[in-house]
């Protein structure tokens, strides 16, 4: 069984569309973020959810908008997406948020390409 | 913005150590240290992290420096498949990782 798993694996979608991005652990953390890789290489946080609570919400366009119906889920919602919106979008989860303890563990990612 | 200042890339032959350097001048006390790498094409992968001792485990060592200013992580024979990107990523309670731009290893056959 695949911990953390996201879908859909690729999207392709024109400009001005709304798409989502699901995510789901199977491994009883509370804990799960989402984090974008750009064309870079470079990977930063987008949000962060404990407990279906968000505590983490970096500086990200509110066409970004994640949602996490359950502790096992986060979802991310992007309305009128960009072409600089195109990137490796990653879910990841931990058990917790303490720093001994906030050991993550990654999806296989989802690539999006806004054309 | 990262707190740890690592080298661009090593290169390594296959099944000799890799000695991996990190620098974080500015850790403070609650800070914990964490590897993770990153494989061609894949999620970020947890390695390894520790907070003042030596720590290892079945993937690599870790040894931190007395004064916890550096840390190495240390692959015992590195493998074709140990070529990443790694970080060292310095975390707090309540924070999410930070990632710098890496060490990238190359391991040649």
């Known amino acids: 069984d695949t911990a953390v798993s996201q879908t859909p694996k690729y999207l392709v979608t024109q400009m001005g569309n709304d798409k989502s991005i699901k995510c789901e652990q199977n491994l009883g953390h509370d804990t799960m973020y989402w984090y974008k890789q750009d064309s870079k290489k470079f990977l930063k946080i987008m949000f962060s959810?404990?407990?279906?609570?968000?505590?983490i919400n970096e500086t990200v366009p509110n066409r970004f908008s994640p949602k996490s119906p359950d502790k096992a889920h986060l979802n991310l919602h992007i309305n009128s997406l960009e072409l600089g919106d195109s990137a490796v979008y990653f879910c990841a989860s931990s058990l917790s948020t303490t720093g001994g303890k906030n050991i993550q563990y990654f999806g296989a990612g989802t690539r999006l390409s806004v054309l | 913005d990262a707190k740890t200042t690592q080298p661009n890339s090593m290169e390594s032959n296959e099944e000799e150590p890799v000695h991996l350097p990190c620098n974080h001048s500015?850790?403070?006390?609650?800070?914990?240290i964490h590897w993770y790498r990153q494989l061609p094409s894949q999620g970020p992968e947890y390695v390894i992290h520790?907070?003042?001792s030596n720590v290892n485990n079945r993937m690599a060592s870790l040894a931190i420096a007395e004064d916890r200013k550096s840390s190495t992580l240390i692959l015992h024979r590195a493998t074709l498949r140990d070529a990443a990107v790694y970080y060292c990523?310095?975390?707090?309670?309540?924070?999410?990782?930070?990632f710098g731009k890496g060490t990238t290893l190359s391991v040649s056959s």
């Open positions: 520790g907070l003042t």
């Open positions: 959810y404990n407990n279906k609570e968000l505590i």
């Open positions: 500015t850790i403070s006390g609650t800070d914990y």
């Open positions: 990523i310095l975390l707090w309670a309540g924070t999410a990782l930070i």
